[in-house]
């Protein structure tokens, strides 16, 4: 599989670069380090703020969002827009990133913008103000915070999109986008099918509606829809995936042995990303409940 070159925060998992001078532990950080380039990036230690320091937060003075060392009162708005601006009009190939979560710089959504200084309430959210200019520039690519990437949905569905990022990448770098597509046609039709249909090769337009495709995953209902037009709507596995007496890769997996298509089970939708970056079925198999 081609290998995503992934954008992160510096401070998970990699370096101590923390207003507290410490890291933030990420299992999936951790899990991708074998099969990730990572380019790491702290844009408060960027601009000059030591470790350990006091911490920044977003502001609203005068009707505009400023970035202020509270317990200082030094306001970095100026020299964090002057590095974002040089770094994001440097920067250059990319499949996705990973920024820490709540960060007035590197937050996707949900970090406190406050009304004043050190005790004032937060009084509304927003994204983080390196995360935002970077998400202009890549508009429709793979972006998670590190919380969010606990869940197992989530995760599923970022790292499909990496891959296949990933995948587009080195396939157009090649020459290869012909075989790109029929590889990864049932992972298209899988996300969106009517926007599937609409994909050519030769269009202009045609990685701008992959990004379409692959926004959101399909909701439960659209796999059951799915699943049924390739292994019929009578099989037991998929009578359970409705009933929740199943999961989606137990429903996948079982597919694979009912399909006798090879052509079919060489898809890319069968194995999106690296069988080790799947996360364990049952974490505490090897405990002992009965243990006296």
């Given amino acids: 599989m081609s290998k995503p070159i992934i954008l992160i925060s510096a401070c998970l998992e990699f370096e101590q670069t923390r207003y507290n001078g ?16 990572f380019i790491k990036v702290c844009p408060e230690f960027s601009i000059g703020l030591g470790v350990p320091r006091s911490p920044i937060r977003i502001v609203m ?22 590095f974002t601006n040089k770094f994001v009009a440097e920067f250059g190939t990319v499949d996705g990133f990973i920024f820490k979560s709540k960060s007035p710089t590197m937050g996707v959504t949900n970090v406190k913008v406050y009304s004043g200084m050190k005790g004032s309430p937060a009084i509304d959210r927003c994204g983080g103000f390196f995360a935002s200019k970077i998400i202009q520039k890549y508009p429709g690519y793979p972006v ?4 969010r990437l606990r869940n197992k949905k989530i995760r599923e569905h970022f790292l499909t999109q990496i891959y296949l990022f990933a995948d587009y990448r080195e396939s157009f770098n090649n020459n290869g986008i012909e075989n790109f597509h029929k590889r990864n046609k049932l992972l298209f039709d ?24 692959m926004n959101h995953p399909p909701t439960s209902e659209k796999i059951v829809q799915f699943f049924t ?20 890769e137990t429903l996948k997996e079982v597919s694979k042995i009912l399909i006798k298509d090879k052509d079919i089970l060489n898809q890319t939708f069968f194995q999106p990303y690296p ?3 799947l996360l364990k079925a049952e974490d505490d198999r090897q405990k002992n409940y009965w243990k006296n």
């Fill in 22 to 37: 410490q890291s933030v532990p990420s299992q999936i950080v951790r899990d991708l380090i074998p099969y990730v380039d």
């Fill in 61 to 82: 003075q005068n009707g505009e969002q400023r970035l202020i060392q509270h317990e200082t009162n030094r306001d970095v708005t100026e020299d964090m827009i002057r």
């Fill in 144 to 147: 998670e915070e590190d919380d």
């Fill in 190 to 213: 899988f996300y969106n099918e009517e926007l599937a249909k609409k994909l050519e090769i030769n269009d202009n337009n045609y990685f701008d509606l992959i990004k379409l495709i």
């Fill in 229 to 248: 037009k390739l292994i019929g709507k009578d099989e037991d596995i998929l009578l359970k995936y409705e009933d929740n007496k199943a999961g989606y």
């Fill in 275 to 277: 069988i080790s970056l």
